[in-house]
T-cell receptor
């Protein structure tokens, strides 16, 4: 089944404790991206990657890191989480970075709580 | 600065009624306008999309109406069903350099009462 898989689904942590949220897609997509979803703020892009070893900042990159060493994986790293990073996080991928009719495929989300 | 404005924020419709969600955009360079549907506990999924060279696109009970001169587009859900209860996001995109970036509306939470 074609899918984007995120882990974990739920994560509760404390301020300052480094964490990684994994994302993997099995569709051979070039483009991958991370979003956070907050009430009243919609979907905001954190980072994106147009291909292996190519990453760039989205609209809200502060406090986050990413890497793209393999085409299928795009982990999100929070080196020192803070309470304002409590949110619902989504990984997404699409076949190409530029084709207009290249739809985003989302994972089922990771709900992160930082206390 | 929000480039895609979506309204209403929430909507309650009776079963069988018509749900209408509106979006307005500012950037005339946008050339693709998708709608995504998100159920609780799931990620958004593409529902229907339109390009600005057509004024309407219909897929089953879902229709996008597009008004290029007014820079507005809307989603109409005919014969709304409880299973349509979800959050709906409009978006707009164009190629900015070598990347097609989606600009999202803030979402509309739709509840269809049985």
């Amino acid at each position: 089944e074609a899918q984007v898989t995120q882990n974990p689904r739920y994560l509760i942590t404390v301020t300052g404790k480094k964490l990684t949220v994994t994302c993997s897609q099995n569709m051979n997509h070039e483009y991958m991206s991370w979003y956070r979803q907050d009430p009243g703020l919609g979907l905001r892009q954190i980072y994106y990657s147009m291909n292996v070893e190519v990453t760039d900042k989205g609209d809200v990159p502060e406090g986050y890191k990413v890497s793209r060493k393999e085409k299928r994986n795009f982990p999100l790293i929070l080196e020192s989480p803070s309470p304002n990073q409590t949110s619902l996080y989504f990984c997404a991928s699409r076949p190409t970075p530029t084709a207009y009719n290249s739809p985003l495929h989302f994972g089922n989300g990771t709900r992160l709580t930082v206390t | 600065q929000q480039q895609v404005k979506q309204s209403p924020q929430s909507l309650i419709v009776q079963k069988g009624g018509i749900s209408i969600i509106n979006c307005a955009y500012e950037n005339t360079a946008f050339d693709y306008f998708p709608w995504y549907q998100q159920f609780p506990g799931k990620g958004p999924a593409l529902l229907i999309a339109i390009r600005p060279d057509v004024s309407e696109k219909k897929e089953g009970r879902f229709t996008i109406s597009f008004n290029k001169s007014a820079k507005q587009f809307s989603l109409h859900i005919m014969d709304s069903q409880p299973g349509d209860s979800a959050t709906y996001f409009c978006a707009a995109s164009n190629n900015a350099g070598n990347n097609r970036k989606l600009i999202w509306g803030l979402g509309t939470s739709l509840a269809v009462n049985p």
